[in-house]
């Protein structure tokens, strides 16, 4: 019974600035309410619209998103161009529009304070500290993204002055607490590294081995023995290992002989995704091949 009063009131204050010849009372019936929504072809949306009136918290999205430059592991960060906490870094994100999903606004946000798009993007948790942000009540939802650094040009824009990477242990003051988020986005990616092949997506389709050895190194905070890992990872059957001439060759290794070839051989390696989505969905293995 509240909901239908709620009704007639948005009705009645909605329709007389829409449809100012007719005079409706609160005692106005149901017939006379369709046959002016049919005479006016009015959006029926806009009558059957509930709002709570009790208050309710805003919505924002944050993403961490991690990049691998074949040395360190970096995060892009925004320094803030609007108050609050101006002129301080922190992680691209922002207010949830409404008829958009949390990971549509996430995607959105992203494109416009980094023009990166296209990425993989995992929602991992939700932070909802009563004090978050000093501007009102809001929650956000928290994704990270992983993309190699040098296939994207990096550019600011709506709310920020301008994005950059930096080293994941060698980070700012942020604004916020997106600190915190980043350290729980953090010890997610260590997780998903255990049950998923996510390490391919910080680096290219072709790639040597020490750079994805690197990549765990950095993750687990911990060394790995190269034969062992290198054995491991060709084990998996899912690398295709190509060889091709490194023309370093020369710098490295320069030979003596006179009319000798300046180059050496490289091996090289490339992710076979395809292959490891049919074997994960036939349950070919017991246990993860990538887990160490």
């Not at 080293?167 to 590294?193: V, Y």
């Not at 290198?230 to 320069?254: C, Q």
Request: proline share 3%; glycine share 4%.
């Amino acid at each position: 019974m509240q909901r239908y009063k709620l009704y007639s009131e948005i009705f009645m204050e909605g329709v007389k600035k829409i449809v100012p010849r007719v005079i409706f009372t609160r005692r106005i019936c149901l017939r006379q309410f369709y046959a002016v929504y049919l005479q006016q072809k009015i959006d029926k949306s806009y009558f059957f619209m509930f709002t709570y009136k009790y208050p309710h918290p805003a919505v924002t999205t944050d993403c961490v998103i991690f990049g691998f430059d074949g040395t360190s592991i970096n995060i892009l960060l925004i320094e803030r161009g609007l108050d609050p906490y101006k002129g301080a870094w922190a992680l691209p994100g922002g207010f949830l529009n409404m008829d958009e999903t949390v990971e549509d606004g996430a995607k959105r946000e992203l494109y416009e304070e980094t023009n990166v798009e296209d990425v993989y993007l995992e929602q991992f948790h939700v932070f909802s500290t009563v004090d978050r942000d000093p501007r009102e009540r809001v929650l956000t939802v928290a994704f990270f993204a992983l993309i190699s650094k040098d296939n994207f040009d990096v550019i600011a824009g709506d709310d920020a002055s301008k994005a950059q990477w930096h080293e994941w242990n060698n980070l700012p003051s942020l604004a916020f607490d997106h600190a915190e988020i980043i350290r729980m986005a953090r010890e997610k990616l260590q997780e998903k590294l255990r049950i998923s092949p996510i390490a391919f997506k910080l680096l290219d389709k072709v790639f040597k081995m020490d750079e994805l050895q690197r990549i765990y190194e950095l993750i687990h905070e911990r060394k790995y023995d190269r034969r062992n890992f290198m054995r491991k990872m060709e084990a998996s059957s899912f690398l295709t290992k190509m060889e091709v001439d490194d023309e370093r060759g020369s710098e490295m290794s320069p030979s003596k002989e006179k009319g000798s070839s300046a180059t050496r051989s490289l091996y090289v390696y490339s992710f076979d995704e395809i292959a490891f989505n049919k074997a994960e969905a036939s349950k070919e293995w017991r246990k993860f091949p990538f887990d160490f």
